[in-house]
């Protein structure tokens, strides 16, 4: 795509810049069941949910996610 388009490289460390992608409204809404360990830490009942927050779930999203933000900033240019 740069060469295409006649742009500048240049090299950087992005090992984990895919991290800090941006879930949808959908992805935010996941609750699971907890752990009985954690049920007991927080007395929680056996039928309470949790929601998740993304911190804990976004990684196996966190690439296509990535590519799409990536993507539509570079078209955007």
């Known amino acids: 795509m740069a060469a295409n388009n006649g742009w500048k490289t240049w090299l950087a460390d992005a ?5 800090q992608g941006e ?3 959908e992805e935010r ?4 069941l907890p752990v009985p360990q954690f049920r007991e ?3 929680l009942n ?3 949910v949790a929601q998740i ?3 804990c779930y976004g990684l196996t ?3 296509r996610r990535w590519y799409e933000k990536i993507k539509k900033d570079l078209e955007s240019r």
Request: avoid cysteine; aromatic fraction near 16%.
């Open 61 to 63: 999203n966190a690439p």
């Open 15 to 19: 090992s984990s810049a895919f991290l």
């Open 46 to 48: 056996e039928d309470d």
């Open 41 to 43: 830490a927080f007395n």
């Open 23 to 25: 879930a949808t409204e």
């Open 29 to 32: 809404e996941f609750y699971a």
């Open 53 to 55: 927050l993304k911190a």
